[in-house]
């Protein structure tokens, strides 16, 4: 979970300075993409995070992991997907 929420931020911030319409196109679509590549559907990646949500303790300590995925990838940009 962290690692696809560590790639979800880093596509949203990458997507920031483009226009609304398409930045909304372009993060749905790699959305699916970030997800297929960690075999998940977007229907289970919703569950879970309400599932989290609903558990602050866990919650915190996936925060806590994407940090420390943020501070190993230092100053790379982006995921593995070539936006």
Same mark, same amino acid.
């Given at each position: 979970?962290?690692?696809?929420? &560590?790639?979800?931020?880093?596509?949203?911030?990458?997507?920031?300075?483009?226009?609304?319409?398409?930045? =909304?196109?372009? %993060?749905? @679509?790699?959305? *699916?993409?970030?997800?297929? +590549?960690?075999? %998940?559907? =977007?229907?289970?990646?919703?569950? &879970?995070?309400?599932?989290? +949500?609903?558990? *602050?303790? =866990?919650?915190?300590?996936?925060? @806590?992991?994407?940090?420390?995925?943020?501070? +190993? *990838?230092?100053?790379?940009?982006? &995921?593995?997907? +070539?936006?």
């Amino acid at each position: 979970m962290a690692q696809i929420l &560590s790639e979800l931020y880093y596509l949203d911030a990458a997507l920031e300075p483009l226009s609304l319409h398409i930045r =909304d196109s372009m %993060i749905q @679509s790699n959305r *699916k993409l970030i997800l297929q +590549k960690h075999q %998940i559907n =977007d229907t289970d990646f919703i569950e &879970s995070s309400l599932y989290y +949500k609903n558990r *602050k303790s =866990d919650m915190d300590q996936i925060r @806590s992991m994407v940090n420390e995925l943020f501070i +190993k *990838k230092g100053a790379q940009e982006g &995921s593995d997907i +070539k936006y």
